[in-house]
């Protein structure tokens, strides 16, 4: 990589060393200089926090803004000549001293922030009216005279202020894409711990506990075996704690193993296997549903492989049935059970019985069937 030096002289070598000569200096880790108006250089990076010096000048070197001027061609005896340049840089006024315009404007087009209106000239810099901190200084670079510019306070907790609101969007975007990867319908975004309606408020504290310790739980490749009745709310736990680790970035997956065997077979052998190892590769996997594939030998057979792997690479698993503990202790299918085991071996075993919450459901769905079908009124005037 070529420094500023040595591209400067291969300009002047190409296009000559005229005064006068407009080039841009391109370099990756100094950003660009360009000479305005032959007026000296302007630097440009995207944070503006350092500065460029000559190896013989001293750093922090703050030079009056007077002493550079006097030597700029920008204020030279003709100002007829110059008209241009002081419309370029929005100088209402021409008798405005000179040293106050030049040093706003190269604070605004280095700077990339639009100045403020109590901003004011001290010992010939530019300072902040707000912080009172200086927004650009002077070094020799080229062997000459150079202002570049400085963050002050307010500009450096603006840049940090955007840096943190721009980190937050990406997290919101990036767990919105994990969700609609991971959640099989788009109404269960909302079934989350914000939405939880209390019903069972100690297994909403255990799956919330697991969501908060998950990554504990990851290295060891634990999860949660699910029972209880339809309408108990299993899945619900269990996508309750797939939102929460969709919004720290982690990449899980709900699906069932009913889902996986009738994909499974429609694809050939070698796609088979890519398809499985896609589903482990997960942060967490949960099979909903368990026990509603057919027992067959080739359903058996996946089911077993996939639990295997998961278990080897240390995946979370969370596993929901309708099926009761003592239904699966008496499983004879040596396959099945094998992949039972496995479950067991790495799910902590949660039983979700609130009945009464499922009752309530139900009358809530039936009051609401009968109010939209008009059945009340019905029966009222007969």
């Known amino acids: 990589m070529q420094n500023l030096f040595e591209q400067e002289m291969l300009i002047e070598e190409t296009y ?9 200096l391109d370099d990756e880790s100094y950003g660009y200089a360009t000479e305005v108006e032959s007026c000296g250089y302007m630097l440009e990076n995207e944070n503006c926090s350092y500065f460029l010096e000559d190896e013989n000048e001293k750093t922090g070197d703050l030079t009056p803004v007077g002493e550079i001027l006097a030597g700029c061609n920008f204020f030279g005896e003709s100002p007829e000549d110059n008209s241009l340049l002081w419309e370029s840089f929005g100088a209402a006024n021409r008798t405005e001293p000179p040293e106050k315009t030049f040093s706003a404007n190269i604070s605004q087009k280095t700077s990339g922030h639009s100045n403020n209106a109590a901003d004011y000239i001290k010992d010939g810099v530019l ?13 020799t670079l080229l062997g000459k005279e150079r202002a570049f510019p400085i963050e002050c306070d307010c500009m450096a907790a603006e840049r940090k202020q955007e840096a943190e609101k721009r980190r937050k969007e990406e997290k919101l975007q990036k767990a919105e894409e994990c969700r609609r990867h991971a959640l099989p319908y788009e109404h269960m975004h909302s079934w989350d711990f914000a939405h939880d309606d209390g019903g069972s408020p100690k297994i909403s504290f255990h799956v919330k506990q697991y969501a908060l310790h998950f990554a504990e739980m990851k290295q060891r490749g634990e999860g949660l075996f699910l029972f209880g009745v339809s309408g108990t709310g299993k899945t619900y736990a269990a996508a309750q704690i797939v939102n929460a680790l969709c919004d720290e970035g982690y990449r899980c997956l709900v699906t069932s193993f009913l889902d996986i065997i009738n994909d499974l077979l429609s694809l050939n052998r070698e796609k088979r296997q890519e398809y499985i190892n896609a589903i482990c590769r997960h942060d967490l996997v949960v099979f909903d549903n368990y026990g509603a594939e057919p027992s067959t030998y080739f359903s058996d057979m996946n089911v077993l492989e996939i639990v295997n792997i998961c278990y080897e690479r240390h995946v979370p698993m969370i596993v929901t049935t309708t099926l009761p503990p003592e239904t699966l202790e008496q499983e004879k299918n040596v396959t099945r059970k094998s992949a039972l085991t496995r479950l067991k071996d790495r799910c902590y075993c ?8 499922k009752k309530q459901l139900e009358k809530e769905r039936d009051a609401r069937f009968r109010k939209l079908l008009g059945i009340e009124e019905k029966e009222k005037t007969s």
Request: hydrophobic share 30%; glycine share 6%; charged share 20%.
């Open 350 to 357: 949660l039983t979700l019985a609130n009945v009464k919450r």
């Open 16 to 24: 000559g060393a005229e005064e006068n000569c407009s080039y841009v």
């Open 127 to 139: 300072h902040c009216g707000v912080c009172h901190k200086p927004k650009y200084v002077l070094h």
